[in-house]
């Protein structure tokens, strides 16, 4: 079991930033890959940035060039560094990770942490 803890949302202003930690019981190393997913109000989720375990990173694309993941293994945390903050980044941000044992992936999620950006 993985416990993932979503740390370092917030208000902020429109063009402002933000830095979201996400902090898992386990060695990240040991993690295939993590994730922040994002979900606005009434929207669907959405992949907002992927780090593999081999140090692949992707964006989806409305935050490419604003938004980077990175990690700290010592301290078993995910960074998702934001700048450039829109109102349409507002959202709940939700940390995700996969493990993938002897052929069997393990997903596991954060409770979520609240950014709302004003204009």
């Known amino acids: 079991q993985v416990q993932l803890v979503e740390s370092g949302g917030g208000l902020v202003q429109a063009g402002g930033s933000l830095r979201l930690s996400c902090t898992a019981s386990v060695s990240i190393s040991s993690i295939n890959a993590m994730k922040w997913y994002r979900q606005g109000p009434g929207q669907q989720r959405e992949l907002v940035a992927t780090l593999t375990s081999g140090g692949g990173i992707n964006y989806g694309d409305s935050v490419k060039g604003r938004f980077t993941i990175s990690r700290d293994n010592a301290k078993n945390t995910v960074y998702l560094q934001m700048n450039s903050l829109k109102p349409e980044d507002t959202a709940v941000y939700y940390c995700?990770?996969?493990?993938?044992?002897?052929?069997?992936?393990?997903?596991?999620w954060g409770q979520g942490t609240q950014v709302t950006v004003s204009s």
């Open positions: 995700f990770a996969r493990m993938i044992t002897a052929w069997v992936s393990q997903d596991y």
